[in-house]
């Protein structure tokens, strides 16, 4: 008797205790997603800091709800998300060690190690490029020929490269104008072409009110130059360190993932939270939008979520090779030692 | 539930529900009208409203605008014409900012890699405040990009100045050209001046005014929520509305017109009216819903629901007491009619002043009680003449049952053998008649007639009879000839109901010797001491009374000891049963074959008890007579 008494005074104080718990996070408190590195770590987890590649958005809708659901400190994870920044600065973060994992697209990672081994790919978001070329009907672009002669807007910063080996590939003379993340050099018809991703920028032209049947869409997945888009990144150091860790991180976030894509309007609501948290302009329906394509990325029939395919490896680098610079070329198990 | 259908068929609730229907049929028909004629006028005068609101908003920002686009014009002038050192532009670009109050800031960009500077001029209380940016991003900026790639002035969508008051705010920006440098001259105007002119508004009751720019997004609202968040376009995904997308088109291509929209979300039912900006292209809408644009039409409408339901009450009120009143005389005279229907024949028939119809009834009802009352007081007179007549009638039966002879074990002290008979008359008096007596010391006479007919007159010709047959039999030794006095009797009296059918016998105590004559009667049964019986059923006359010369015949039998003489009137097989079927001599053999032993009163009590019970539903009565003797032995 005495030892039922006790057990159950603890498990009722086990309840009072878990109730306020649980009761913080419904109340829509999201600050601990971006904690200060400052902020004191959590006993027997590992404090792991991740730099996004944007601001919030449904892009990383999978790392958000793995933060929600507790999965990085069921993984033993302390995750600090960071705010993003240029694109430049993204392996210099890893370097000077601001930051251990880095969320970057595969070329720029291939790029990066062309003077050595430098990063890593612990694991794969998007299973295949995202890209397009958007030229508008009215301006005379109705096929790829008729790139030729005509401004391209391509992004300033990393992400243009696999925009530039189509280019290379089709013999098309463009003369390149390098854009922020507007699309209004393209509605303003300063540019006749532009690259863009489907998941946003697309979305976003459709939702200014250009119409679909007025565009000429060059999907670059579907012309030779499939090369997925983002993955996560960490310095060969901090792998050599810290493999387990990195393995720890990439399934927590493709629980989020999972979590995300079987309760989407949850997500959604968790995107958009955040969004206004951090005065973002967002509507629902292009939140959904890009929700749904990254649905199409991560999950694809003949490709393990999360890991980076050998064949997109070796076919990006191959491609660079070939139509952008003459990277050396690690093996795919050095890339990914993951694997 | 009776109740409720009785109230249904009243003439209040009949007339009413007439009314009702006439009245809905009427509000339907005047409401669609109603509909029909007036809701494009009402709608014409709102929407009239709108456009006078969206062209009032349109001048104030254009104004603000244009001045901006004048500006601008003149610094390009400036920069591009008059070759101006560095204190003369600040001067410029001071009096143009202090001069108007809507330019939040100038900036001053150069085009040149190598000359990378940017200078941005803000308006401060104690003068002018200049911020340098050095670094190359302000080259990917579009106030600084697309005006110079177009090489043409362009206002911006909203952007966030991040390096300055980081509010909202949009610029126009117009390329120039110095001697060997070029560049970009932009003027930002904050967003909040042209949302306080669009937002603030109390003309707008039920409706909202907004500004979409040129790619459609929303940038002044009332909702906050939606400015910068929402385009028209995202809007038309979010809520699955085709229609706010073309909306969409038509406002960022410059369009001016009405639209609506018909659905439920955020841009439910609504009425828009949309006219472009002259200045920057972007777009000025009125959106009112449709239930403060039909407000006036819908008073109307409540009006005219009101009108007929207060006119279909007025008329109710009125049809209900008015039916009340007419109906009054005719309850009064139905409650009158019960009570001279349940015998109050005094009771006093109401005047009626409601109407002719009534009166008329009234009238013809008092004619009626009228009439009743005469007729109750001849049928009063009749009854009692009915009553003493029948006192007569009950008298005379009483007599003519003193004429039956009693019955006795031994009648009229024989021992020889023993009579029972019965004599049940239909009514007071019958037409029937037995009877039996000693013609001498040894002959034993017995009768059963039947006069056809019943009533006084039957009975009378019965009472005739039975006084006449003992006074003639002592003349007369055979049955035949007795009868055959009685025919002449009866023909010579020559009344109408002095038909008779009659059976007389004669037994000789002596030697058993049964002499019978059947005149037109029923047949004679004899049950023998073992139960087997005789049945004798020929007649030897017709009936008698009919024809004077009536050849009349006789017939023998020679009685055994312990045979009963089974005698009868019609009365016994003409007894009907209620599925109007006969009793018939069947009948009468099963009940006589079922008999367990002989004894007059027995069977005679047998006979008649199974009659009763045949026809005891039956509607037809007739006199009943059972004369049962039985001979027990010769005389010694």
């Known amino acids: ?339 | 539930m009776i109740k409720s259908s009785r109230e249904d068929k009243t003439l209040a609730y009949q007339l009413i529900t007439y009314v009702f229907v006439l009245t809905l049929v009427a509000f339907i028909v005047v409401t669609t009208l109603t509909q029909i004629l007036f809701s494009g006028r009402i709608s014409k005068s709102q929407l009239e409203n709108m456009k006078h609101l969206a062209h009032e908003r349109i001048y104030l920002i254009d104004g603000i605008l244009s001045h901006v686009e004048n500006s601008l014009e003149m610094m390009c002038f400036s920069l591009s014409a008059l070759d101006l050192d560095n204190e003369e532009l600040e001067g410029l670009i001071s009096v143009a900012i202090k001069k108007d109050k809507h330019i939040h800031s100038i900036a001053l960009a150069e085009s040149h890699a190598d000359h990378l500077s940017a200078r941005v001029f803000f308006k401060e209380e104690d003068g002018l405040r200049v911020n340098v940016i050095r670094d190359a991003n302000y080259f990917y900026e579009d106030w600084f990009q697309i005006p110079l790639m177009l090489n043409k002035p362009y206002w911006t969508e909203p952007w966030v100045d991040s390096s300055g008051s980081g509010e909202l705010i949009i610029s126009y920006s117009a390329p120039y050209q110095t001697e060997g440098v070029r560049g970009i001259v932009s003027i930002d105007v904050n967003l909040k001046e042209l949302q306080r002119l669009i937002i603030d508004s109390e003309c707008l009751q039920g409706g909202n005014s907004f500004l979409v720019s040129a790619n459609g997004t929303i940038v002044a609202h009332n909702d906050m929520s939606l400015i910068m968040n929402q385009s028209l376009f995202s809007l038309a995904d979010e809520y699955n509305e085709p229609k706010l997308r073309e909306l969409g088109h038509k406002m960022i291509s410059g369009e001016t017109g009405f639209f609506r929209i018909r659905g439920s979300n955020i841009v439910n039912s609504r009425h828009i009216y949309y006219q472009a900006l002259e200045t920057n292209g972007w777009s000025v809408g009125i959106s009112m819903k449709n239930d403060v644009l039909y407000k006036d039409m819908r008073i109307v409408l409540l009006t005219n629901t009101f009108s007929a339901i207060l006119l279909f009450l007025i008329v109710a009120l009125i049809i209900y007491s008015r039916a009340h009143a007419l109906t009054k005389p005719l309850r009064e005279l139905s409650e009158a009619a019960l009570r001279i229907g349940g015998g109050e024949f005094d009771t006093r028939i109401p005047d009626s002043v409601a109407g002719l119809e009534v009166a008329t009834l009234s009238q013809s009802f008092r004619f009626m009680q009228e009439s009743l009352l005469d007729y109750i007081q001849s049928l009063d007179i009749t009854t009692y003449e009915k009553e003493k007549m029948r006192g007569d009638v009950i008298y005379a039966g009483e007599i003519q049952s003193k004429l039956i002879p009693d019955n006795t074990d031994h009648p009229i002290g024989i021992k020889e053998l023993r009579a029972y008979g019965i004599l049940e008359p239909a009514g007071d008096v019958g037409g029937d008649l037995y009877d039996y007596f000693m013609i001498d010391e040894d002959r034993f006479c017995f009768v059963i007639a039947d006069v056809v007919g019943t009533g006084i007159g039957a009975a009378m010709t019965m009472t005739m009879a039975s006084t006449l047959l003992p006074s003639l039999a002592p003349f007369y030794t055979k049955s035949n000839e007795l009868l055959r006095e009685l025919n002449s009797f009866l023909c010579k009296t020559d009344i109408e109901a002095n038909f008779i059918t009659a059976l007389l016998g004669i037994i000789d105590l002596k030697t058993g010797i049964l002499q019978y004559t059947n005149a037109g009667h029923m047949p004679l049964y004899i049950r023998k001491l073992d139960g087997v019986l005789e049945k004798y059923s020929e007649t030897h006359s017709t009936a008698l009374g009919i024809f004077e010369d009536l050849n009349i015949g006789s017939e023998e039998i020679r009685l055994n000891v312990g045979d009963e003489i089974i005698i009868f009137t019609d009365g016994v097989t003409e007894a009907m049963s209620k599925e109007d079927e006969f009793f018939g001599l069947g009948g009468l053999e099963e009940v006589l074959s079922a008999l367990l032993y002989s004894n007059p009163e027995n069977t005679a009590r047998a006979i008649v008890s199974r009659v009763h019970d045949f026809a005891v539903d039956s509607k037809y009565k007739d006199d009943i007579t059972v004369l049962v003797i039985d001979y027990k032995h010769p005389r010694a």
């Not at chain 1, 730099?51 to 990383?60: L, V, Y």
């Not at chain 1, 694991?123 to 008729?146: A, H, P």
């Not at chain 1, 679909?212 to 993955?231: K, V, Y």
């Open chain 1, 1 to 339: 008797m005495r030892f039922l008494r006790l057990t159950l005074m603890y498990l009722v104080l086990a309840l009072l205790l878990a109730i306020p718990a649980c009761r913080s996070k419904r109340e829509g408190d999201y600050s601990d997603f971006y904690q200060s590195e400052s902020a004191v770590p959590t006993n027997d987890l590992f404090v792991l800091r991740y730099r996004q590649k944007w601001h919030p958005q449904a892009q990383f809708a999978g790392v958000y709800m793995a933060m929600d659901k507790d999965f990085y400190r069921q993984y033993g994870i302390d995750l600090r998300i960071q705010p993003h920044t240029a694109d430049s600065l993204v392996f210099s973060t890893l370097y000077n060690k601001n930051t251990d994992i880095a969320q970057m697209d595969i070329l720029s990672g291939i790029m990066e190690n062309k003077n050595g081994l430098k990063v890593v790919n612990i694991g794969q978001i998007s299973q295949k490029s995202s890209q397009l070329l958007i030229g508008k009907r009215s301006r005379g672009i109705n096929s790829i020929e008729d790139f030729n002669g005509k401004k391209i807007g391509l992004w300033r910063t990393a992400s243009h490269y696999v925009s530039r080996i189509f280019l290379a590939k089709e013999n098309l003379d463009m003369e390149i104008v390098p854009v922020n993340w507007s699309i209004n050099l393209f509605t303003s018809n300063a540019i006749e072409v532009i690259n863009v991703m489907r998941f946003n920028e697309y979305n976003q032209m459709l939702q200014a009110g250009l119409k679909e049947e007025d565009l000429f869409i060059a999907d670059l997945s579907e012309l030779g130059c499939n090369i997925p888009d983002d993955g996560f990144f960490v310095t060969k150091e901090f792998y050599d360190q810290h493999s387990d860790i990195c393995k720890r991180f990439v399934s927590a976030t493709m629980d989020g993932w999972h979590y995300a894509f079987a309760h989407p309007e949850e997500a959604l609501d968790l995107v958009m939270t955040l969004m206004r948290k951090e005065s973002i302009p967002a509507s629902r329906s292009h939140q959904k939008w890009m929700f749904n394509e990254m649905r199409k990325l991560i999950l694809l029939p003949d490709r393990i979520p999360g890991k980076l395919n050998k064949q997109d490896y070796l076919r990006a680098v191959s491609l660079l090779q070939e139509f952008y610079l003459p990277v050396k070329a690690y093996s795919f198990e050095e890339f990914c030692p993951g694997d």
